[in-house]
């Protein structure tokens, strides 16, 4: 027992330690942030934009963009709602909340890599259970899009209909799938764990005090936004290649 109180102290003065970050640091990596959402926004507005067909009509545009999105959609979730859709793909993995990210290879090198590879994959399996709750939203979503939002989307860029989805789903998703998840992380002792390991951290560094993010939200907003990820890249594969429409309309309206 002393042994195992003293590698958790150690646990914690090595993950305290590693929350302390320089401002100077801090502000660099929001520079960095800021630098990297203008070049991504730039990007986006340098998309070319498709086309509608010639002799298209507008009804036959919208289902077959609904259709895109339906299947997009259902790709996106299928890949994540499985084992290690999240934690088995880095792009998409959620990290430690946090500063404890920073701190987590002191953590390993201290022995105990298990028990944050535990933390880790509790997170991301939570996720993974919670995210075909997207299911319902995204199909609802769809049913209020109008003609007029079906025309302006078709010729957007290659993720302006993820676009579309973040902006009128993320309320919802997180309203939908945090309670779930945050039941998920209570089932499994990941919830009890991360809230020790803050007040003991808290204890020892008063000024912390505040500064760990809500573990529920973090693994809800992290889940989301792998999701658009996935989705952006569904949208992009239909949009670019022919193998990707996989119906009769998808091939009608993006071409064979």
């Known amino acids: 027992m002393i042994r195992r109180n003293a590698v958790h102290i150690m646990a914690i003065t090595l993950w305290t330690s590693a929350m302390v970050v320089p401002q100077a640091t801090a502000a660099w990596d929001d520079l960095l942030k800021q630098g990297q959402q203008l070049l991504e926004g730039q990007n ?79 997170m991301n399996r939570a996720a993974e259970q919670a995210i075909s709750e997207a299911t319902p939203v995204f199909l609802d979503t769809l049913e209020q899009m109008t003609l007029e939002d079906a025309r302006r989307i078709y010729s957007g ?40 390991l803050v007040q003991q951290a808290e204890s020892y560094l008063p000024m912390l005090q505040g500064f760990s993010p809500d573990l529920n939200e973090h693994v809800t907003s992290r889940a989301l936004e792998g999701l658009f990820l996935r989705l952006g890249e569904e949208e992009r594969l239909i949009r670019q290649q022919p193998a990707a429409r996989t119906t009769e309309l998808l091939k009608q309206v993006f071409g064979s």
């Open 44 to 122: 986006r507005s340098e998309q070319s934009e498709t086309a509608v067909p010639a002799g298209m009509d507008t009804g036959t545009l919208a289902r077959g963009l609904k259709e895109a999105l339906r299947v997009g959609g259902e790709r996106a979730i299928g890949q994540l709602a499985t084992t290690d859709g999240y934690y088995g793909r880095p792009d998409v993995r959620i990290p430690l909340p946090g500063m404890l990210e920073s701190g987590a290879g002191l953590l390993r090198r201290a022995g105990l890599e298990s028990y944050v590879e535990t933390f880790e994959r509790s």
């Open 157 to 196: 860029g290659d993720n302006a209909a993820t676009e579309y989805f973040r902006d009128k789903t993320s309320t919802r998703l997180q309203q939908r799938m945090q309670p779930l998840i945050s039941e998920a992380m209570s089932a499994s002792g990941v919830s009890l764990a991360y809230e020790a």
